[in-house]
């Protein structure tokens, strides 16, 4: 059984009977469920954190491909990044996701495919990391978004696929409990399972400095080469009913 979505889904169930324009059934983790009822998969580790941002922002990650070039270069382990860097590419397509395995049309989903050429020291395409290249070419990441506030990441590796369930809880106005959930297919030895949710965790330190101090602009200046914000915007609006922007305005009824 999957220990994460109980919380969630009441809180969703509960807005998808006051707020949200719509409701849905939660599906994306539900092979996942599946495989741990059978014992094809197993818990590696779940963490807790607390981010005091909008509860869209880690959504908005699908949409900023040059982020990945420049705040995630680093590699996410304390000590190295100034020295080791990353070259990463994403692609997104907002409006279908992995439910089962496979990629389905829903308007509440996103997928997100994320690419890693390897790692260089300095970021220089001419001094690679031995063997990162080949290892990064065997690995592939897909994140499906369900809804607002849940992300379902899955790493496939040669040794077998591990996955993260995130949800972003908002418990206050710009502040959400982020829980991640770890599994990791029989297969996957635990350590390895272990250390890249290790690696999952910096990853996403990254990202808290500039979440934590963004600043919301209804016409942001886009230039030549940002990510699709403007499609973002627009999938991520049909979470909001007739009557956010009511509520917003009163803070304190939150
Ligand atoms: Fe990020």
Redesign the pocket.
């Known amino acids: 059984m999957i220990h994460i979505t109980a919380s969630h889904a009441q809180l969703l169930r509960h807005r998808g009977s006051s707020a949200l324009a719509f409701r849905w059934e939660l599906e994306a983790g539900r092979d996942l469920e599946a495989s741990l009822a059978t014992g094809d998969s197993y818990v590696v580790v779940m963490r807790q954190t607390e981010f005091h941002q909008h509860c869209c922002e880690?959504h908005m990650?699908s949409a900023?491909p040059y982020?990945?070039q420049t705040?995630?270069a680093p590699l996410p382990i304390p000590g190295f990044g100034w020295m080791i860097k990353g070259m990463h590419s994403i692609k997104t397509t907002y409006g279908e996701g992995e439910i089962d395995g496979k990629v389905e049309k829903r308007r509440h989903l996103t997928i997100f495919r994320e690419k890693t050429s390897g790692m260089y020291f300095f970021g220089k395409k001419r001094w690679p990391l031995p063997f990162s290249e080949s290892i990064a070419a065997l690995i592939d990441t897909i994140v499906t978004f369900e809804g607002p506030n849940m992300m379902h990441f899955r790493l496939v590796t040669p040794l077998g696929t591990i996955r993260q369930v995130k949800t972003i809880l908002p418990i206050e106005p710009f502040k959400q409990q982020v829980e991640m959930y770890w599994y990791a297919d029989r297969s996957v030895p635990r350590i390895i399972a272990y250390l890249l949710s290790l690696i999952g965790k910096f990853?996403?330190e990254?990202?808290r400095q500039?979440?934590e101090n963004k600043i919301y602009w209804k016409n942001p200046v886009m230039v030549e080469g940002d990510g699709p914000f403007m499609d973002f915007f627009e999938w991520y609006n049909q979470f909001y009913s007739e009557s956010s922007a009511k509520i917003g305005q009163h803070q304190l009824e939150w």
């Open positions: 880690m990650n900023d982020h990945f705040l995630h990853a996403v990254q990202d500039v979440w």
